[in-house]
Antibody
Framework: QVQLQESGPGLVKPAETLSLTCTVS??????????WSWIRQPPGKGLEWIGY???????KYNPSLKSRVTIAVEMSKNQFSLKLSSVTAADTAVYHC????????????WGQGTLVTVSS | DIVLTQSPDSLAVSLGERATINCKSS????????????LAWYQHKPGQPPKLLIH???TRESGVPDRFSGSGSGTDFSLTISSLQAEDVAVYYC?????????FGQGTKLEIK
C-alpha cells in the first residue's frame, strides 16, 4: 500500500518561501503511471489543487499560484517537494501531497497533511 | 476554471437511512472522445487523509463498500450512501478532472441524526 508523508516547517514568515517535502513509501516516484501532486486546504475553506509533477520533470501548476510555485522530484530519495515563494497569511493551510493516476487524473492516495502557518 | 457546487452544505441522516449529496458543474464533464464523465468523489474523516471513493462518476474504487454509489452525467452528479453507517460520518468532496486546474466542490458535512 502506497503511503505519503509530508514534512517541513510548520511556521513561515510573510514574504519568505514555504518548503515542504513528500516522502513516498510502497511505491516509486519514478513510475510512469502516476503524477505527484500538492493540494492545500486553508482553515474553514475548500481544497485547492496546487500542481503536479511527472517523473520526467514535466510540471503543471494552478494558474492562480503558478508565478510562485515550484514542484520538483528527487528520485534517489523517492521524494517530491513544494516551494511556494512570497507567502502571505492567505497561504496558511493544511498542505497535502497526493498521487495522481495518469489516464484519469484522480488523487488515489493522499498524505495526512501538514499545517503551515504564515505569521511573523 | 470549472466551478463545482455541492448541495447541501451539511446533512444529518439516521443510521440505516439513505444519504444523497449533489454536485453541479459549471460546464459539462462528459468527454465526447470516450463518453466518460471526469468526476470523482472523496471521503475525508478528521485526522485521516482524504479517501478516493468513486471515479468516472460511477466507478467504485477497489475496497469501497457497495453502499456507496455515484450517478449522473454532464453537469449534474450525485453520491448516494444507501444505508448510512456510523463510520460514514465525514466530509465528502466532488472533484473534476476534465481540465486543469483540477477543482473541488466546497464539501458536504455528513452527520448522524
Amino acid at each position: 500500500q502506497v503511503q505519503l508523508q509530508e514534512s517541513g516547517p510548520g511556521l513561515v514568515k510573510p514574504a519568505e518561501t514555504l518548503s515542504l517535502t513528500c516522502t513516498v513509501s510502497g511505491g516509486s516516484v519514478s513510475s510512469g503511471y502516476y503524477y505527484w501532486s500538492w493540494i492545500r486546504q486553508p482553515p474553514g475553506k475548500g481544497l485547492e489543487w496546487i500542481g503536479y509533477i511527472y517523473y520526467s520533470g514535466i510540471t503543471k501548476y494552478n494558474p492562480s499560484l503558478k508565478s510562485r510555485v515550484t514542484i520538483a522530484v528527487e528520485m534517489s530519495k523517492n521524494q517530491f517537494s513544494l516551494k511556494l515563494s512570497s507567502v502571505t497569511a492567505a497561504d496558511t493551510a493544511v498542505y497535502h501531497c497526493a498521487r495522481v493516476r495518469t489516464g484519469g487524473d484522480v488523487f488515489d492516495f493522499w498524505g495526512q497533511g501538514t499545517l503551515v502557518t504564515v505569521s511573523s | 476554471d470549472i466551478v463545482l457546487t455541492q448541495s447541501p452544505d451539511s446533512l444529518a441522516v439516521s443510521l440505516g437511512e439513505r444519504a444523497t449529496i449533489n454536485c453541479k458543474s459549471s460546464q459539462s464533464l462528459l468527454s465526447s472522445s470516450n463518453s466518460k464523465d471526469y468526476l470523482a468523489w472523496y471521503q475525508h474523516k478528521p485526522g485521516q487523509p482524504p479517501k478516493l471513493l468513486i471515479h468516472w462518476a460511477s466507478t467504485r474504487e477497489s475496497g469501497v463498500p457497495d453502499r456507496f454509489s455515484g450517478s449522473g452525467s454532464g453537469t449534474d452528479f450525485s453520491l448516494t450512501i444507501s444505508s448510512l453507517q456510523a463510520e460514514d460520518v465525514a466530509v465528502y468532496y466532488c472533484q473534476q478532472y476534465y481540465s486543469t486546474p483540477f477543482t473541488f466542490g466546497q464539501g458536504t458535512k455528513l452527520e448522524i441524526k
